[in-house]
């Protein structure tokens, strides 16, 4: 079965304590991935597109990473603003009608203290 | 500014009741979506349209319908079938069906009362 899973689900971090969140995929076709920021209340906000193996995107303290099973999102000293939730989507062929499908992760909520 | 605006923020409805969520983009976008949040639970899709009068079925497009009359414009009915429509709805658009950067919504929350 298809899936995409984001881990951890919540993550506490103080300020300037960097981390990784993760996104693990099984789906078969792998077209891109995309991750994005959701503040609450909110629409997600697009971030990254990964398209490939090896290759790797960075947006101020942000830097996404994608391998054949996983992506990560590593943040470096993170700051209170940087706190929301950040979804990972896998986008992938012969899934579904139009010839692919995007399917979401559940999230991961993270919470970054002054 | 280009971008998609959905309204109502947030919307009752009672046992029974039809409600319709609006959506209009004015980015000049081919394609658009309708997703389902629920907490804990990765977006769902339930309409997607390529093309103007024309809309396809998503993962979860029981108890609701579309109509995509106007390129700006695609709006959803949440029809009294729908046994659990409290959730969030996002509306997204993207230049066409293979450009995959999605533009969202500020969303509708939805609540039965």
């Known amino acids: 079965e298809d899936q995409v899973t984001q881990s951890p689900e919540a993550l506490r971090l103080q300020e300037g304590e960097s981390s990784s969140l993760n996104c693990s995929y099984t789906?078969?076709?792998?077209?891109?991935l995309f991750w994005y920021r959701q503040d609450p209340g909110k629409g997600p906000e697009f971030l990254f597109t990964l398209y490939s193996a090896g290759e790797e995107k960075e947006k101020e303290r942000l830097k996404a990473t994608l391998t054949k099973k996983e992506s990560f999102l590593h943040i470096t000293a993170p700051k209170p603003e940087d706190s929301a939730t950040y979804l990972c989507?896998?986008?992938?062929?012969?899934?579904?009608?139009?010839?692919?499908?995007?399917?979401f992760g559940a999230g991961t909520r993270l919470f970054v203290k002054a | 500014d280009g971008g998609i605006t959905q309204s109502p923020k947030y919307l009752f409805r009672k046992e029974g009741q039809n409600v319709t969520l609006s959506c209009e983009q004015n980015?000049?976008?081919?394609?658009m979506y309708w997703y389902r949040q629920d907490p804990g639970q990765g977006l769902r899709l339930i309409y997607y349209?390529?093309?103007?009068?024309?809309?396809q079925k998503g993962d979860i497009a029981e108890g609701y319908s579309v109509s995509r009359e106007k390129k700006e414009s695609f709006p959803l009915t949440v029809t009294s079938a729908q046994k659990n429509p409290t959730a969030f709805y996002l509306c997204a658009s993207s230049p066409d069906r293979d450009n995959w950067g999605y533009t969202f919504g500020s969303g509708t929350r939805l609540t039965v009362v």
């Open positions: 349209s390529q093309i103007v009068n024309d809309f």
């Open positions: 789906v078969s076709g792998l077209r891109g």
């Open positions: 989507a896998v986008q992938a062929s012969g899934m579904g009608t139009g010839g692919f499908k995007t399917i």
């Open positions: 980015l000049n976008h081919d394609a």
